[in-house]
């Protein structure tokens, strides 16, 4: 029996609406113009229904505190540094400005592993979104614990090397450079307030990062809109993601997605070709 048994199971439900200036701040942060027809693009299910902690409950991290209470939904893994590993997301029917949102959330399983930076703590977290009662998105989310570093840990990721990203590998291509308002306006959408994304001296000093990291989310999100530019809005039937490296704010970062037998392939990389996150897609 884990110790952590006990919070497979247990559920979280909150309620948002998608209200119209929510929807046009989303728009705006992605340099996208708000819909005609009111239906919004795939991934704004990851800025709603956003953690609701007060400030006093936070860590030191900026993610709410953890604790061993009936009304803590998330373990207590004594690993201090949280990560957004994954997502299976399916989706099932669009959502629509204006729209009452409903999110059931539900810890599904809790493993613990040694990996070869030391412990790690993986939590899967499915979440059920049901837009005026119908159920609109189905996500399983792969949160991962990892240990703390040392002060004189190397920075993570390594130095951009010497490589290239080679674009003749991919049907569709295009390049951004996440700055650090992109990453402020992402985690102001997702009231995410984990302070690798926006405090540097933190994320260099603390967490050993070699600058202040993109949101896996985020890459999720710019991907998608790849999706739908070239195979229309509203397309994907499926889309799965996981990280595999840091991205790096102010750092070029190349979108690619090509198509396969069974629906298409998608990444993010640096500019010396390191891939950042890997992406799948069903359409």
């Avoid at 539900?106 to 493993?111: E, L, V």
């Amino acid at each position: 029996m884990s110790d952590w048994d006990a919070w497979i199971g247990r559920e979280l439900v909150q309620e948002d609406v998608l209200d119209p200036a929510l929807a046009r701040r989303w728009c705006g942060t992605f340099d996208l113009s708000p819909p005609v027809d009111g239906i919004m693009p795939q991934g704004i299910h990851l800025c709603l229904c956003t953690p609701e902690a007060p400030q006093s409950a936070l860590g030191e991290d900026g993610h709410p505190r953890r604790d061993d209470s009936a009304t803590s939904f998330f373990p207590p893994i004594p690993l201090p540094r949280r990560m957004w590993a994954a997502s299976n997301i399916a989706f099932l029917a669009p959502i629509r400005v204006g729209t009452e949102i409903k999110r059931v959330s539900r810890i599904a399983s809790i493993a613990e592993k040694e990996g070869s930076t030391g412990k790690l703590g993986f939590v899967d977290v499915e979440h059920v979104t049901s837009a005026d009662g119908a159920e609109a998105v189905r996500e399983t989310q792969t949160l991962v614990y990892r240990d703390s570093v040392s002060p004189d840990a190397p920075m993570s990721p390594p130095g951009l090397g010497q490589g290239t990203f080679d674009i003749t590998a991919w049907d569709a291509h295009t390049i951004v450079t996440p700055d650090p308002r992109l990453l402020f306006r992402f985690s102001a959408l997702t009231f995410n307030t984990h302070r690798i994304h926006y405090d540097l001296p933190y994320a260099r000093d603390v967490e050993r990062y070699r600058g202040l990291v993109v949101h896996g989310p985020l890459m999720a999100s710019l991907l998608l809109q790849l999706a739908a530019r070239e195979l229309g809005e509203n397309k994907l039937k499926s889309f799965s993601f996981r990280a595999v490296s840091p991205a790096i704010a102010d750092e070029v970062l190349h979108l690619a997605m090509r198509r396969g037998d069974d629906g298409v392939e998608l990444g993010t990389f640096a500019s010396d070709g390191r891939q950042c996150v890997k992406a799948n897609a069903t359409f």
